[in-house]
């Protein structure tokens, strides 16, 4: 393995340990990819973070084949088929974060309620059909739900935030939990008033460039 394969191990296992405690993932339940050579590098299936090692790190091609010491995270497909559907993606972030789960649950879509949606890709955060978790009926469905996106609730699951690094798909993940609960703040008042197609795209132009820098 030569040292950028290991700093990209490293990378993932550090930002699992801070999805966890940021708040936005809890146990095992996420799972994390970075674009590797022609495939990608993706977390193990249900194993501690804190006890992960480089070696621990899966790599797999785009269909699918692995290679390494453990078994890859159940949604590996989700994985390959983003990074594949998407060159502008190099890094993934699926956890269950409470808020956007709570959402995912009641099939809620995630509508302008704040200008950082914008960050996301435009005016809502869509909200897929549920289908069981390692399927591809859910990578089906992740992959339409992210079209011109960078993140998706997965109804009755969870979150899907993408990047073009792994800090920047971590950062939108942490924007989009907060997005979800201050959804949920308004819904507890009322319907809460949205902003405007136009009002999210001027945000978006002036926003460029805007977010977790290089
Ligand atoms: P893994 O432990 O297999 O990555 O699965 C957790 C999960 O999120 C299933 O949706």
């Not at 390692?134 to 935030?161: F, P, T, W, Y």
Request: proline share 5%; aromatic share 6%; hydrophobic share 40%.
């Amino acid at each position: 393995m030569d040292s950028q394969e290991l700093d990209k191990r490293r990378s993932i296992i550090a930002h699992c340990l801070s999805m966890n405690a940021l708040g936005i993932n809890q146990g095992t339940s996420g799972n994390i990819s970075v674009r590797h050579n022609e495939g990608l590098l993706i977390t193990p299936t249900s194993y501690a973070y804190d006890k992960l090692e480089p070696e621990d790190i899966v790599f797999l091609q785009l269909d699918g084949a692995a290679l390494g010491r453990r078994a890859p995270s159940s949604e590996w497909r989700f994985h390959c088929d983003i990074l594949r559907a998407r060159p502008d993606v190099n890094a993934i972030v699926h956890t269950h974060p409470t808020y956007c789960t709570v959402l995912a649950i009641m099939g809620r879509p995630i509508p302008a309620i704040h200008y950082m949606i914008a960050a996301a890709g435009g005016p809502e955060i869509r909200c897929s059909p549920y289908a069981i978790f390692g399927s591809q009926a859910l990578s089906n469905h992740a992959v339409e739900a992210l079209v011109d996106r960078k993140a998706c609730l997965l109804g009755h699951h969870g979150m899907i935030a993408v990047g073009s690094t792994l800090e920047k798909a971590m950062w939108l993940a942490v924007e989009v939990e907060t997005l979800a609960r201050q959804y949920h703040g308004c819904l507890q008042i009322g319907d809460p008033p949205v902003l405007s197609d136009g009002q999210i795209a001027d945000v978006a132009a002036k926003m460029a460039g805007y977010g977790l820098q290089d």
